[in-house]
């Protein structure tokens, strides 16, 4: 009975010694007791790595017990939840995330010094989870965390790669790839749930059969793999709230091959069932496009199938009539990778739950929302050849989408055929295929742009005729990122100035706090802490970039970063063309002149995805120019160029605060909000920039004063790209500023070496080659003007200081918790659900 269990629950809690506690000397026993028992090494005797393991353990168990009461809480008050669906994550550490989200950094510290360790040497043993390539997937682990914090019932699904983003190696300035097995020493942040499995099915074929009288489809698959999840705890920060990813690691079913063990091949069998593996094993390293490939298709359905398997168990254990689905479940797809989530539901509504189309459909359109990372016009696309023998009952399901779908419209359009082809989810032609979009577009009820000129691109180029049909379901969600992890983290001493400054530490849960800075813009004492805190931050960076180059800096200069994948739109050419005419104007300089030139530091980092030639030429070239100018003892500290390797989230947590100024050179219309911006934003660091993407919304917020602006409008951008075409007329000389064509003729010519490899990389912006198109040529004077306008405000170190705070002060509105927020009161429809202390 009831009492019996209630007695048995108390003896055991009391067995528990409650819950864990958080004093320095329990967190001590229990780190020894994970040293001893968990990581297996003696107690008097292990070192760093072996500190952090057992450190990670300790908080691991913390992590748990919260996360549990956290789901019970779920499961009692059953609020609606939100279930956010992504190909990537990329976390990067967790070890001081967590112990900042959990209170206990301080006691932990203590801790550890007391065992005779230091805590931010342990933290630095960690190495990075990697399961994403760039903004986006660090979006969704900056999303998770306001997820967390401000206690929605939410969870992530993903999946668990092996192997995460490439490692960048650099051989004699060239790229190379090696492979991330990032779980070769262990994961303690993440749990294995041995029973929470679920076969995923692929291949075979479509038959009609008799049921009830009625004939229904059903799909007779041909092979099963099965599906492990893989939990990982994301606490909140000032909550109890703890909620869950669950990632997905693909294993041979024990059903696999049944056949072959009976027919006697054993061997051949048992190596066929591994293969099943190889589905999660590698992140695919291109940062937007995915066409075409096979294994990738196996991956987004094994991870869209697990992840609705769990989902639809959850509600079915709290629920039996499927109307109540849009009331208790948001389904959100992190761009169009996770969108064969749409056909799925809709094959387990009609063709196991054998509810009729219409009806299924009709829940199907009201649980998905749907947002969009990308400027670019032609989208996923998934050849039907593929899914016809990958998953041929679901490609019969896009068919009858596509057909409802298209009826709809010619009774809303007319035979407008030339628009209809244009909306159609399948595609024809050559290839036949599934615009992935229009599938998210057609089922979704919200459509998202993260950034306002993003969204704007998307209702008059992009998806202009969807827009015209459904103008209510496109809306505007500007990115944010979790200054949790941008500043509590990665800047430990710009936080406790902020604190010490605003009185308070509020500013962590409620960013917008960060405005109350701008009361002592005018204050000496602080403007000298606010100094006090860039230098050291520089230090720290300045002995990174010695390490890993051999290159000393001097920590007078301008700190001048560039990190992010290395894209021709995203310009990092600009920036190496300008510092190669920096070097030309310091070669010319007298004495006189040069006393007055500020230092700089240029530092670039990023990697590029294996396959994008260019853009590894890109950065040969940037060590080829590091290597003349770096060595040149005429130049000394007035200009150094260093490129930083293997660029990752625990890197940028390195950099970034030790920036001065960073870059954001995207040809106006190319990126669609950027992230990298609101963290150099945060840190005090000044942007130079374009006005593009969310840098729009940071002028908004700043204004045009406090940063340095450069370049074509979006509006002037199709302009130029029309005149640079019409130049190509014969006999009409090409307009290339003197400086531009200068320093293209050294890079041609030679002057960095390696001028045949680089031949094909300055034809990209040649005059009758490659046509420039993200028109470096035309935006070089404008970019010159806004560097030596950085200058010049540099040597006024006070402006330069108000400057810096009044990014921060106006990077409240860049935080992930406005954005996440705004989803879920405007999309999602859910509420925070706050676990009881
Ligand atoms: C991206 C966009 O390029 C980037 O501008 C945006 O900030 C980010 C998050 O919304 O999404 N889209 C994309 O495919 N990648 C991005 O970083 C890889």
Not at 742 to 749: E, F, H, N, T
């Amino acid at each position: 009975g009831l009492g019996e269990h209630r007695a048995k629950a108390e003896r055991m809690f009391s067995l528990m010694d409650g819950f864990l506690k958080n004093d320095p000397i329990s967190l001590q026993k229990d780190i020894l007791h994970h040293v001893e028992y968990t990581v297996a090494r003696s107690r008097f005797s292990f070192d760093d790595f072996e500190a952090y393991q057992a450190l990670a353990h300790t908080v691991r168990d913390r992590l748990i017990e919260r996360w549990h009461d956290t789901h019970i809480y779920f499961k009692r008050t059953k609020p609606k939840r939100l279930y956010f669906l992504s190909l990537e994550f990329l976390m990067g550490r967790s070890l001081s995330n967590s112990v900042i989200n959990l209170g206990i950094e301080d006691q932990c510290a203590e801790a550890l010094n007391q065992l005779g360790f230091e805590f931010e040497v342990v933290a630095e043993q960690e190495g990075d989870a990697a399961l994403g390539n760039g903004g986006l997937a660090r979006l969704s682990a900056c999303q998770m965390d306001s997820l967390a914090t401000l206690d929605y019932p939410a969870w992530g699904y993903g999946l668990r790669y092996e192997y995460g983003l490439f490692r960048q190696i650099i051989v004699d300035g060239f790229q190379h790839e090696k492979p991330d097995y990032w779980l070769n020493f262990g994961n303690p942040w993440e749990i294995e749930r041995i029973h929470v499995t679920y076969e995923v099915k692929f291949y075979g074929t479509v038959e009609e059969v008799e049921m009830n009288g009625e004939k229904q489809k059903v799909w007779i698959p041909g092979e099963t793999v099965e599906a492990v999840a893989y939990d990982n705890p994301i606490p909140g920060y000032g909550t109890r709230n703890t909620i869950n990813l669950r990632l997905w690691a693909a294993k041979p079913s024990s059903k696999f091959d049944l056949e072959a063990y009976n027919t006697g091949d054993y061997i051949n069998s048992v190596v066929n069932r591994q293969n099943a593996e190889t589905i999660s094993n590698v992140l695919y390293p291109d940062d937007r496009s995915h066409q075409g490939k096979e294994l990738r298709l196996e991956q987004q359905y094994f991870f869209v199938s697990a992840s609705l398997q769990d989902i639809m168990r959850r509600f079915k254990e709290e629920h039996t009539n499927f109307d109540e689905l849009p009331e208790k479940v948001a389904l959100h797809l992190n761009d169009t990778h996770p969108s064969l989530s749409i056909a799925e539901v809709m094959r387990m509504l009609v063709d196991e739950e054998h509810l009729g189309w219409h009806k299924a459909w009709d829940i199907v359109c009201k649980i998905f929302s749907f947002t969009t990372h990308t400027m670019v016009t032609d989208g996923e696309k998934i050849p039907v050849e593929l899914l016809e023998n990958l998953l041929p009952r679901h490609l019969e399901i896009l068919y009858e989408i596509n057909f409802n779908f298209l009826e709809e419209m010619k009774k809303r359009i007319g035979l407008d055929y030339s628009r209809l082809a244009l909306l159609s989810i399948v595609e024809e032609g050559a290839m036949k295929s599934i615009r992935m979009a229009n599938l998210a577009i057609v089922c979704s009820h919200t459509v998202n742009g993260v950034s306002k000129l993003h969204l704007e691109k998307l209702k008059t180029k992009t998806f202009k005729d969807f827009y015209g049909l459904y103008p209510e379901k496109f809306q505007c969600k500007t990115n944010g990122v979790s200054q949790r992890r941008w500043i509590v983290v990665s800047n430990p001493g710009l936080r406790d100035l902020i604190s010490k400054w605003l009185g308070t530490e509020a500013w962590i849960r409620d960013a917008d706090l960060l405005s109350g800075l701008r009361d002592h813009l005018d204050n000496a004492d602080f403007h000298l802490e606010w100094k006090m805190v860039k230098k050291v931050n520089k230090m720290r960076l300045a002995e990174y970039i010695e390490a890993m180059s051999g290159v000393k800096v001097s920590l007078d200069a301008m700190f001048d970063v560039q990190v992010k994948r290395i894209h021709e739109y995203k310009r990092q050419l600009l920036n190496i063309f300008g510092i190669i005419h920096r070097y030309n104007c310091l070669k010319n300089m007298d004495k006189d002149s040069r006393r007055k030139v500020v230092p700089r530091v240029c530092i670039i980092g990023g990697k590029a995805a294996p396959g994008y030639e260019i853009a590894k030429k890109i950065i040969k070239l940037c060590h080829a120019v590091a290597e003349k100018i770096n060595n040149d003892t005429d130049i000394g500290d007035l200009l150094k160029v260093v490129f930083i390797p293997d660029y990752n989230v625990s890197v940028a947590e390195l950099v970034i605060p030790g920036a001065d100024l960073s870059q954001h050179l995207s040809t106006a219309g190319n990126e669609a909000s950027g992230t990298g911006n609101m963290k150099f934003l945060m840190n005090g660091c000044l942007l130079l920039a374009t006005a593009d993407g969310s840098t729009v919304e940071i002028i908004e917020e700043i204004g045009e004063d406090n940063l340095f602006v450069f370049g074509a409008k979006v509006h002037e951008v199709e302009k130029r790209r029309q005149k640079r075409l019409s130049n190509l007329a014969p006999l009409q000389p090409a307009k290339v500023p003197l400086h531009f064509a200068r320093v293209l003729r050294m890079v041609r010519d030679g002057y960095f070496g390696h001028n045949d490899y680089f031949k094909s990389l300055c034809e990209t912006v040649e005059f009758g080659f490659g046509n420039d198109y993200y028109l470096l040529t035309s935006d070089f004077g404008s970019y010159l003007e806004a560097q030596a306008a950085a200058d010049k405000a540099f040597v006024n170190q006070d402006k330069w200081t108000r400057m810096s705070i009044l990014s921060v002060a106006g990077s409240g509105r860049f935080s992930s918790d406005r954005t996440i927020q705004d989803y879920a009161e405007s999309t999602w429809k859910i509420s925070p659900c706050r676990c009881p202390l």
